[in-house]
Nanobody, 113 residues
Framework: QVQLVESGGGLVQAGGSLILSCAAS????????VGWYRQAPGKQREAVAH???????NYADSVKGRFTISRDNAKNTVYLQMTSVKPEDTGVYYC???????WGQGTQVTVSA
């Protein structure tokens, strides 16, 4: 059974930092592309960052230079380091392992002004 569990969300002030974690069981992150997506209230879910099996990364323009996605193969965990956060970063953040897609349950991030 595949399970992705996100953690690390919470309330943070604008300009602050937060680290989200996504731990997987039943699949190996090391051979998959893994992404972080987010959904703000009243908006569609959007891609934030991806990391491929060879370690290549890409980011949404809105988070470039502020967020960093990384992977620890030994822990089978993917991280999203969020710095200089803004109120518009508020939303539920989801971890997804692609092809086929497995989604986590999401973790809430709220950035106060």
């Amino acid at each position: 059974q595949v399970q992705l569990v996100e953690s690390g969300g919470g309330l943070v002030q604008a300009g602050g930092s937060l680290i989200l974690s996504c731990a997987a069981s039943g699949i190996s992150f090391s051979i998959r592309t893994v992404g972080w997506y987010r959904q703000a209230p009243g908006k569609q879910r959007e891609a934030v960052a991806h990391i491929t099996r060879d370690g290549s990364t890409n980011y949404a323009d809105s988070v470039k230079g502020r967020f960093t996605i990384s992977r620890d193969n030994a822990k089978n965990t993917v991280y999203l380091q969020m710095t200089s956060v803004k109120p518009e970063d508020t939303g539920v953040y989801y971890c997804v392992s692609l092809a086929p897609s497995y989604w986590g349950q999401g973790t809430q991030v709220t950035v106060s002004a």
